[in-house]
């Protein structure tokens, strides 16, 4: 008895263990569909930004490559010149990832935004970069 109760205990566990992971996989986020409006910081962008472009040495809060880290809205909003609401025309951030800039962001070796990522932060950029 003691027995089943004890690998039923590590089961649960096992089961709550598994359950719990919360990574988020470069693989799935890249399939994720960002709409064409209304994007919701928090459930788009977020992701993206801390997959693709907080990893070591880049846009983090402690490289803050290129004076930016994108760890949260308040950092990622934290340079007009780099995210200027409503203007995407005006963001560094939008000529990095678009590459009109000289130099593309992510850098495709790394992760690489595909287009439906750079079409929704360009998209929440135009929509005034909103903490939603």
Request: proline content about 5%; some cysteine.
């Amino acid at each position: 008895m003691r027995y089943t109760i004890c690998l039923a205990t590590i089961f649960i566990i096992l089961v709550l263990v598994a359950a719990c992971d919360d990574t988020i996989k470069v693989t799935d986020l890249d399939n994720v569909k960002i709409p064409s409006s209304n994007i919701s910081y928090a459930q788009y962008i977020q992701p993206v930004f801390t997959a693709k472009c907080t990893f070591s040495g880049c846009h983090n809060d402690q490289d803050v490559a290129g004076g930016l880290s994108v760890t949260s809205w308040t950092n990622a909003r934290s340079n007009y010149q780099i995210v200027a609401p409503f203007y995407p025309q005006n963001s560094r951030l939008i000529w990095r990832i678009e590459g009109t800039s000289g130099t593309i962001m992510p850098p495709l070796i790394y992760w690489g935004l595909t287009q439906n990522q750079r079409d929704g932060i360009t998209t929440w950029v135009k929509e005034g970069a909103k903490n939603n």
